[in-house]
């Protein structure tokens, strides 16, 4: 049985939605004292970005989480964890991040599968990748609303996963083999984090199975139409004023953006 301290689901909810759209840090729901199930906090997650569509943003697609086994143990949990992408989230290819939008930001390079029909259930690797329409590098911006970065499974599910802004790449054929690629992220040229597209759960594809699993146990489904960011290849890097950020993934090409001067 959840316990709060004060109010109800709706009201955290209020609470994660006004420090993300002030980009002002809270506590975290568990330190205040909000003993949440890992069903709560999605509820939480799912009222608090149903305020953002509310105000006219639109669902485009889903990030997955957790989805380097490291990052599970480190976690204490035996699944990946799910939130939504909407349109406001978007960072155009090559364009400025608005630093003003954030906390602390860092980012992440990941592997983006634009679905062309819709997936949801229990399904096979050959069976989700007949549902892609492309893949592409992509960058997802994460930034806690919590102070310090710090956070339990519950506060972060709730925090929709920390995600808040992605950028995606040129959008290749799907038929290319993701499954070890090399992947480089660089600040103003300079590498900062080196991985492969292996360390999304060994093959970026079995992070889409798990999504449509997710989908389906939440009962809802992912969308045509809909990006799915596969999950981080690497350890996120922290955002600094005006750094030009560049991801290099072998055979899909690159994904860029420009930090404004202020964090």
Aim: with cysteine; proline share 3%.
């Amino acid at each position: 049985m959840v316990i709060l301290k004060n109010g109800t689901l709706a009201d955290l909810a209020a609470i994660v939605d006004a420090a993300a759209e002030n980009a002002s840090a809270i506590e975290q729901l568990s330190s205040q004292g909000h003993e949440l199930s890992l069903a709560d906090a999605y509820t939480v997650q799912q009222q608090s970005v149903a305020r953002r569509l509310q105000r006219g943003e639109q669902q485009v697609g889903i990030k997955m989480g957790f989805t380097s086994r490291a990052k599970m143990i480190q976690m204490g949990v035996s699944d990946m964890i799910w939130g939504p992408l909407t349109d406001a989230m978007a960072i155009e290819d090559g364009a400025e991040l608005d630093a003003s939008r954030f906390i602390h930001p860092r980012v992440e390079p990941e592997i983006a599968f634009l679905l062309k029909k819709p997936l949801t259930g229990k399904v096979s690797l050959a069976e989700a990748m007949s549902a892609v329409e492309a893949v592409a590098p992509a960058l997802e911006v994460i930034d806690s609303r919590y102070r310090n970065f710090k956070f339990s499974l519950q506060d972060v599910i709730a925090d929709n996963c920390s995600s808040s802004g992605f950028t995606v790449g040129a959008w290749q054929k799907s038929n290319v083999d993701i499954g070890n690629l090399g992947m480089v992220m660089e600040f103003d040229g300079a590498p900062v984090q080196i991985g492969s597209s292996a360390a999304i759960l060994g093959n970026p594809w079995r992070s889409l199975t798990a999504a449509a699993r997710l989908a389906a146990e939440a009962e809802t489904e992912l969308q045509a139409g809909w990006i799915v960011l596969a999950g981080a290849s690497t350890a996120a890097e922290a955002l600094l004023p005006g750094v030009h950020v560049k991801l290099h993934t072998q055979q899909l090409g690159s994904a860029e953006f420009n930090v404004g001067e202020q964090v």
